[in-house]
């Protein structure tokens, strides 16, 4: 069974319409993905507390190293913005996570490409992490659903739909000013230097993302 677009497929005990899955993907799910997983479950925590909302982050990689580890140099970086990396195991990407997903947010376009590739209906729901920056940068806050504390998780689930489907909507519109600027380089076998760089770059992207997602900016 195929989801429609927009809803997850519910696992053991879930309600597709009270959670919103966000997937993150790179190569090896050893060093960008855990990174942006882990970042974004941070600047949920900060934002939300506790209780995220329903919004669940996930990650895997295209050639993913199941079962592994995340990289020393990832866990450092994960560390230095007080988010946590343990516990992280690395997951090949398959059928059922692209199906479950409802935003799958890639490094770069090869991934984008990949992740469409496979089907299920991905293409208005799959972009680039930094993609997904620009679009929603765009969007008018005041078009979203405010969060309702009435509504299970807050409104939030709702909300995360509505500014999927606006940033699919913009995306023949709003083009990158290079292919460049859409990617997050594989920090693989680098210093720890440059590991940073590329976590910094990371943290820079996912700011406004969550921040529309949850209609809640970052502190000060």
């Given amino acids: 069974m195929i989801a429609p677009l927009g809803r997850g497929i519910a696992g053991p005990g879930e309600d597709s319409y009270r959670t919103f899955r966000i997937l993150h993907v790179s190569t090896g799910n050893v060093c960008r993905s855990p990174i942006t997983e882990r970042l974004h479950r941070h600047a949920l925590d900060l934002r939300l507390g506790a209780d995220r909302g329903g919004l669940i982050v ?3 990689g295209t050639w993913g190293h199941e079962g592994a ?10 560390a230095d913005y007080g988010a946590d990396p343990a516990d992280f195991t690395g997951r090949e990407l398959l059928d059922e996570h692209v199906i479950r997903a409802d935003l799958v947010l890639t490094a770069t376009r090869d991934h984008r490409a990949q992740v469409i590739s496979m089907g299920h209906s991905a293409g208005l ?9 620009r679009l929603v940068r765009a969007i008018d806050p005041a078009t979203l659903p405010e969060p309702d504390p ?12 509505a500014l999927v489907g606006a940033a699919a909507a913009l995306r023949g519109w709003l083009l990158a000013p290079n292919p460049e600027a859409d990617e997050v380089y594989d920090p693989y076998g680098a210093p720890i230097t440059f590991f940073r760089s590329i976590g910094d770059e990371i943290n820079q992207a996912l700011d406004p993302v969550v921040t529309a997602l949850t209609g809640v900016p970052a502190r000060a």
């Fill in 58 to 60: 996930e990650s895997a």
């Fill in 69 to 78: 580890p995340m990289e020393t140099h990832a866990a450092t970086v994960l």
């Fill in 125 to 133: 729901r799959t972009f680039t992490l930094k993609e997904f920056n």
């Fill in 150 to 161: 009435a509504l299970p998780g807050g409104g939030l689930v709702e909300r995360a739909r």
